[in-house]
């Protein structure tokens, strides 16, 4: 394959990652009070708000973090695919890491 079909294939994958990280943040978004008194049981002490900012940039950060961790799986499914062409049956046999993957 040629550099511009690299490079298509990688962006493809970029995208797909940085779809899945929107629809994640949206979800985190629907969720987010219920993550918010799910932390504040777990710490058993309530989280100090100066201001109406505050609780918005609270839920920011948790969707964010909610989106972020549920991504990494996909991102590195995605990694994978991408680099696993590469690597030729023999290093894939070899290796005990790669042997577990494929």
């Not at 899945?20 to 943040?25: A, K, Q, R, V």
């Not at 708000?49 to 991504?71: E, M, N, Q, R």
């Not at 680099?83 to 290796?95: F, T, V």
Request: glycine share 4%; charged share 15%; with cysteine.
């Amino acid at each position: 394959m040629q550099l511009e079909g690299h490079l298509e294939e990688l962006r493809k994958r970029i995208i797909f990652i940085l779809v899945t990280f929107l629809i994640f943040m949206c979800i985190g978004f629907v969720f987010v009070e219920e993550i918010y008194n799910w932390i504040i049981k777990a710490a058993d002490q309530q989280l100090t708000i100066l201001g109406p900012s505050d609780i918005l940039w609270i839920y920011f950060v948790l969707a964010g973090s909610f989106s972020i961790v549920a991504t990494t799986p996909v991102a590195l499914f995605q990694i994978w695919k991408f680099i696993k062409p590469a690597i030729s049956k023999e290093s894939i046999k070899q290796s005990s890491f790669f042997y577990l993957l494929f």
